[in-house]
């Protein structure tokens, strides 16, 4: 692991950005401003570019500073691995550490971002988040890459630690080009009412991800969701999916996704398991194919040791009605205007549990990157 | 304003209209009457350019311009307008987004859709979980917002109840008249009629145009004797 400290850095995080960092960062849904912020990070390849907190209740750092100042820290390291009894890479350098205190509700919400720059650069990152007792926030990463790095590559893992009482909202945004492979790997803890949302968006082509984060249900009362919007381009493979372990009684899950194949693969899975009774949990996938040479596939999954469960799932998959097209033409739209309008539709950022500070962010970072789509 | 000559359609193949010729002008207000599935929508859907509607002959002019290859909103940027019989629901498109596509004049908006009781419908996804009277009224505000010069009205009445029809009516009567609009009304209830002065009417029966003439006079004798009393009695003056 590398040592960073904060003497070197920049005094704002729009310093001594290129114009294409600029660029990529801000398409990945970061202010670079840092106005409507509590606390930035920004990580370019292996190098950690930029940390700053704007608020006593809102610790931001390198993982590996964290440690070594936190003894603590060390603990929490690999340890939902080792909850689940399994395996992560130890290769990495860098990634975020955040604590937020507890009982301490952060207004604003605090953004992350790991930027690829360098052509055929393996970024891989552990990154470490801690909501204590009681406390509220709302964290947004962006994961981006330059024109500059081709044929890169990007791993990120994320251990999500949400004590009692604490509330996550946890929106990350992929915003990648065609050459770019993905891995990201994650695992949310949640104790007693704590709750952990996971709000997934990838509009612009990526060559390949595949992810499938884990969310644990560790004490009664905990809910986790996790919402997803993905576009799939062209020649493109994306294999996203959701999990959730309901281990304690009366918890509550649910997996939301939409999805809209230009073109390229789109594999949708879902995974619901209530490992106690009294729970609730739902599944929901819908997915548009708009070419003919789109996939969809979408592959739900429950599981249940307990009769008192309450667990559901629907998915559907279709194209896009030719009815609908015409009703919006013989208003004046073109068929291109009216495909565009539907999908923009169905793609429904409301599906998203959005924080009202990043609605309309979101809201017009969406209706930008759309409009390029098509 | 919109002439057809000679036009004969199918669907899949079969026949549906044949040797249709009609003539509306402008600022004229026609209505066609006719039975269930006598091809009154089809009609519509083919001046309206949809797909699925394949014209066997005959020839269609708006604005003495032949519009044939033009598609859908082309010929509704020429001044052609629908209102739907059974609009399809669209998900995931709110009604507002298409009252803002149709007219930049946001008080106008407000004000129609106050006038046409659809201002909680505005956020909501377009004819989803919407009433029959919702619809209709969804398709009136659109359709005036629109503003087109000549107007298809399909089954305007249709699933409404009096109270809408008659607010409808109403709306659509002046609209219609201050605006010196041309329109082309479907019914088979004549309903509507007791709201639009209409100029003239004819009738459709399986797929041909049996008369024109006083929209009231067609009206009662179809009340009184049926379509079949109706295609016995105008036979001899069949429009071809």
């Given at each position: 692991m590398k040592n960073v400290g904060s003497a070197m850095l920049p005094k704002e995080l729009n310093s001594n950005l290129e114009n294409q960092d600029q660029e990529a960062i801000s398409s990945a849904g970061i202010d670079l401003s840092e106005k409507s912020r509590l606390a930035s990070f920004l990580q370019k390849d292996s190098e950690i570019s930029f940390f700053r907190s704007l608020s006593k209740d809102i610790e931001i750092l390198s993982v590996e500073e964290a440690i070594k100042?936190?003894?603590?820290?060390?603990?929490?390291?690999?340890?939902?691995?080792?909850?689940?009894?399994?395996?992560?890479?130890?290769?990495?350098?860098?990634?975020?550490?955040?604590?937020?205190?507890?009982?301490?509700?952060?207004?604003?919400?605090?953004?992350?971002?790991?930027?690829?720059?360098?052509?055929?650069?393996?970024?891989?990152?552990?990154?470490?988040?801690?909501?204590?007792?009681?406390?509220?926030?709302?964290?947004?990463t962006g994961c981006t890459a330059t024109k500059s790095a081709d044929e890169a590559f990007h791993l990120g893992i994320s251990e999500f630690f949400v004590h009692k009482g604490g509330y996550l909202n946890f929106t990350m945004i992929h915003s990648w080009k065609e050459d770019i492979t993905v891995r990201p790997i994650s695992i949310a803890y949640i104790e007693e009412k704590g709750s952990f949302i996971s709000n997934y968006i990838s509009l612009k082509p990526v060559k390949d991800i595949q992810m499938y984060p884990t969310a644990v249900l560790a004490e009664n009362f905990a809910r986790a969701s996790f919402n997803s919007l993905i576009l799939s381009h062209p020649n493109t493979l994306q294999d996203i999916g959701s999990r959730v372990i309901l281990k304690a009684e009366q918890t509550q899950a649910e997996i939301i996704s939409r999805a809209v194949s230009l073109g390229g693969k789109i594999i949708a899975r879902g995974h619901l398991k209530a490992e106690n009774k009294n729970i609730k949990a739902h599944l929901e996938c819908r997915g548009l194919i708009l070419s003919e040479r789109g996939t969809i596939q979408a592959i739900p999954e429950m599981e249940s040791d307990w009769r008192d469960v309450d667990m559901s799932h629907e998915a559907a998959i279709g194209k896009i009605n030719q009815e609908e097209i015409e009703y919006l033409c013989s208003r004046g739209f073109s068929k291109q205007q009216a495909q565009s309008i539907i999908v923009r539709g169905f793609m429904d950022i409301d599906i998203l549990e959005l924080p009202e500070a990043l609605r309309k962010e979101i809201s017009l970072l969406e209706e930008k990157t759309l409009k390029l789509g098509f | 304003m919109l002439e057809i000559k000679n036009l004969s359609v199918s669907i899949q193949d079969k026949i549906i209209l044949e040797n249709i010729n009609l003539e509306i002008k402008s600022g004229q207000v026609m209505v066609l009457f006719g039975p269930n599935g006598s091809g009154k929508s089809t009609l519509l859907k083919t001046i309206m350019g949809f797909s699925g509607y394949e014209k066997k002959s005959g020839q269609i002019i708006f604005k003495g311009k032949n519009i044939d290859s033009l598609s859908i909103e082309e010929r509704v940027k020429l001044g052609l307008g629908m209102m739907y019989q059974n609009p399809p629901k669209v998900r995931g498109v709110k009604l507002l987004e298409v009252a803002q596509f149709l007219s930049k004049d946001k008080k106008n908006i407000e004000e129609l859709s106050e006038k046409l009781s659809l201002k909680e419908h505005l956020n909501r996804e377009i004819n989803l979980g919407f009433s029959g009277g919702e619809i209709k009224r969804a398709e009136l505000f659109q359709i005036l917002l629109q503003d087109p010069e000549l107007l298809f009205l399909d089954e305007p009445e249709s699933g409404v109840d009096l109270e809408n029809i008659s607010l409808m009516g109403g709306i659509l009567n002046n609209y219609l008249r201050k605006q010196n609009k041309s329109a082309l009304i479907i019914t088979h209830t004549g309903y509507i009629l007791d709201y639009i002065k209409a100029d003239s009417g004819c009738v459709m029966i399986e797929g041909r145009l049996w008369c024109m003439g006083s929209p009231k006079e067609i009206f009662e004798s179809i009340r009184k004797k049926g379509y079949e009393k109706c295609r016995v009695c105008h036979a001899p003056e069949r429009i071809e």
């Amino acid at each position: 692991m590398k040592n960073v400290g904060s003497a070197m850095l920049p005094k704002e995080l729009n310093s001594n950005l290129e114009n294409q960092d600029q660029e990529a960062i801000s398409s990945a849904g970061i202010d670079l401003s840092e106005k409507s912020r509590l606390a930035s990070f920004l990580q370019k390849d292996s190098e950690i570019s930029f940390f700053r907190s704007l608020s006593k209740d809102i610790e931001i750092l390198s993982v590996e500073e964290a440690i070594k100042n936190f003894p603590e820290v060390k603990e929490y390291y690999g340890k939902n691995f080792k909850l689940l009894n399994r395996e992560f890479p130890l290769d990495t350098e860098g990634g975020y550490f955040i604590r937020v205190k507890r009982e301490k509700t952060v207004e604003l919400p605090i953004q992350a971002c790991l930027l690829l720059k360098t052509k055929g650069f393996k970024q891989k990152v552990h990154n470490l988040i801690i909501v204590e007792e009681g406390a509220k926030v709302y964290l947004i990463t962006g994961c981006t890459a330059t024109k500059s790095a081709d044929e890169a590559f990007h791993l990120g893992i994320s251990e999500f630690f949400v004590h009692k009482g604490g509330y996550l909202n946890f929106t990350m945004i992929h915003s990648w080009k065609e050459d770019i492979t993905v891995r990201p790997i994650s695992i949310a803890y949640i104790e007693e009412k704590g709750s952990f949302i996971s709000n997934y968006i990838s509009l612009k082509p990526v060559k390949d991800i595949q992810m499938y984060p884990t969310a644990v249900l560790a004490e009664n009362f905990a809910r986790a969701s996790f919402n997803s919007l993905i576009l799939s381009h062209p020649n493109t493979l994306q294999d996203i999916g959701s999990r959730v372990i309901l281990k304690a009684e009366q918890t509550q899950a649910e997996i939301i996704s939409r999805a809209v194949s230009l073109g390229g693969k789109i594999i949708a899975r879902g995974h619901l398991k209530a490992e106690n009774k009294n729970i609730k949990a739902h599944l929901e996938c819908r997915g548009l194919i708009l070419s003919e040479r789109g996939t969809i596939q979408a592959i739900p999954e429950m599981e249940s040791d307990w009769r008192d469960v309450d667990m559901s799932h629907e998915a559907a998959i279709g194209k896009i009605n030719q009815e609908e097209i015409e009703y919006l033409c013989s208003r004046g739209f073109s068929k291109q205007q009216a495909q565009s309008i539907i999908v923009r539709g169905f793609m429904d950022i409301d599906i998203l549990e959005l924080p009202e500070a990043l609605r309309k962010e979101i809201s017009l970072l969406e209706e930008k990157t759309l409009k390029l789509g098509f | 304003m919109l002439e057809i000559k000679n036009l004969s359609v199918s669907i899949q193949d079969k026949i549906i209209l044949e040797n249709i010729n009609l003539e509306i002008k402008s600022g004229q207000v026609m209505v066609l009457f006719g039975p269930n599935g006598s091809g009154k929508s089809t009609l519509l859907k083919t001046i309206m350019g949809f797909s699925g509607y394949e014209k066997k002959s005959g020839q269609i002019i708006f604005k003495g311009k032949n519009i044939d290859s033009l598609s859908i909103e082309e010929r509704v940027k020429l001044g052609l307008g629908m209102m739907y019989q059974n609009p399809p629901k669209v998900r995931g498109v709110k009604l507002l987004e298409v009252a803002q596509f149709l007219s930049k004049d946001k008080k106008n908006i407000e004000e129609l859709s106050e006038k046409l009781s659809l201002k909680e419908h505005l956020n909501r996804e377009i004819n989803l979980g919407f009433s029959g009277g919702e619809i209709k009224r969804a398709e009136l505000f659109q359709i005036l917002l629109q503003d087109p010069e000549l107007l298809f009205l399909d089954e305007p009445e249709s699933g409404v109840d009096l109270e809408n029809i008659s607010l409808m009516g109403g709306i659509l009567n002046n609209y219609l008249r201050k605006q010196n609009k041309s329109a082309l009304i479907i019914t088979h209830t004549g309903y509507i009629l007791d709201y639009i002065k209409a100029d003239s009417g004819c009738v459709m029966i399986e797929g041909r145009l049996w008369c024109m003439g006083s929209p009231k006079e067609i009206f009662e004798s179809i009340r009184k004797k049926g379509y079949e009393k109706c295609r016995v009695c105008h036979a001899p003056e069949r429009i071809e």
